[in-house]
């Protein structure tokens, strides 16, 4: 794990760089849940944060640089994690499902807590049944994915 001083001196913690960052044993550890959102979402990242870097030169941005750009900084807050709160497996799913999907591209960077708690909330209160198999590994369909996506759109 790559540890970024960037990261942190912007408050992201934990500042743990994903460009940098291998793992020896790969996704085989990894729930399939999390293999299943992990690919597109570390594709995303990291175009957002070459992106992010050109356009510190104040450059022109078309709008579908402009649209990475704002969906990278959601990623980027959800992300986050205060120091001392653990998430269930199944809450963090939902939620990076949420933002995978453009369900948060609405939701201003700043609001972003409130937006993922009540993600969090409705998939453990609507959800329970798909909440548990992710829960033990299982691996979850293109309808459990809608589903997830369903249930984070109505939370927010």
């Known amino acids: 794990i790559y540890l970024s001083p960037d990261l942190f001196q912007k408050g992201i913690l934990p500042a743990v760089d994903v460009g940098k960052s291998v793992s020896r044993v790969g996704g085989k550890t990894q729930l399939s849940a999390y293999r299943a959102v992990a690919g597109d979402l570390r594709l995303s990242y990291s175009q957002f944060e070459e992106l992010e870097a050109f356009a ?13 750009l704002e969906r990278g900084r959601r990623v980027r807050e959800v992300l986050k994690q205060p120091q001392y709160a653990p998430m269930g497996v199944a809450e963090q799913i939902a939620v990076l499902v949420a933002v995978n999907e453009g369900v948060l591209d609405s939701i201003a960077p700043e609001k972003m807590a409130g937006a993922e708690r009540r993600i969090r909330e409705a998939a453990t209160e ?5 909440c548990h198999r992710i829960e033990q590994g299982e691996k979850i369909s ?3 994915m809608e589903a997830l996506k369903e249930t984070a759109a109505n939370a927010v």
Request: proline share 0%.
């Open 142 to 144: 293109k309808n459990d």
């Open 56 to 68: 510190r030169f104040g450059t022109q941005l078309d709008e579908d640089t402009r649209k990475t």
């Open 126 to 130: 609507n959800l329970g049944d798909l």
